[in-house]
Nanobody
Framework: QVQLVESGGGLVQPGGSLRLSCAVSGSLDYYAIGWFRQAPGKERERVSCISGSDGTAVYPDSVKGRFTISRDNAKNTVDLQMNNLGPEDTAVYYC????????????????????????WGPGTQVTVSS
């Protein structure tokens, strides 16, 4: 399993932008890497996922057009650019990875805290407030 560490969280005003980064201890080529968030009292939700091999990404409707995930295979990092942030985006943001098994989208869907092949970072707090 790989180790992951998030950075870049903080306080931002509504309408602002923030860029999160996830450092991964191993090569991205064989992994699906996702960004997740969990707000107080809510379930953890996936906000994006990317194939480490070809950079294809997927987003839920709640962040589509505002969030962009990207990866740098030379640096083994996966970034999440977040624009037009609102209070509803306040949460702890986590990155997680799992080795691709079959189609990468299936691997993205399988990433969870209960899945034995999933690796998680400790999280970084994002607060959107004026």
């Amino acid at each position: 399993q790989v180790q992951l560490v998030e950075s870049g969280g903080g306080l931002v005003q509504p309408g602002g932008s923030l860029r999160l980064s996830c450092a991964v201890s191993g090569s991205l080529d064989y992994y699906a890497i996702g960004w997740f968030r969990q707000a107080p009292g809510k379930e953890r939700e996936r906000v994006s996922c990317i194939s480490g091999s070809d950079g294809t990404a997927v987003y839920p409707d709640s962040v589509k057009g505002r969030f962009t995930i990207s990866r740098d295979n030379a640096k083994n990092t996966v970034d999440l650019q977040m624009n037009n942030l609102g209070p509803e985006d306040t949460a702890v943001y986590y990155c997680a990875a799992a080795p691709i098994s079959g189609h990468w989208l299936y691997t993205c869907a399988s990433i969870s805290t209960e899945h034995p092949n999933s690796s998680w970072g400790p999280g970084t707090q994002v607060t959107v407030s004026s």
